[in-house]
């Protein structure tokens, strides 16, 4: 379950530097603006997803000092 979590997280990291280095091809004819919208929203989510990973390996770290 975690490990799918984390590859998730790895896969839109890994298509935002994708769509990073297409924007800077001058024949990409998608519109910078929304290239950039799209980029931005896997990073988010990229950091949110491996955010939550840490947290559930924190969390059962804690319920295995208990």
Known sequence: NKLIILLVSFSLFAAAMLIDTLQ????????????????????????????????EVFRKINRLKK
């Open 24 to 55: 800077g091809y001058k024949n990409v004819l998608i519109p910078y603006l929304y290239s950039s919208a799209v980029e931005e929203f896997f990073e988010f989510l990229g950091v949110f997803y491996y955010l939550f990973y840490w947290f």
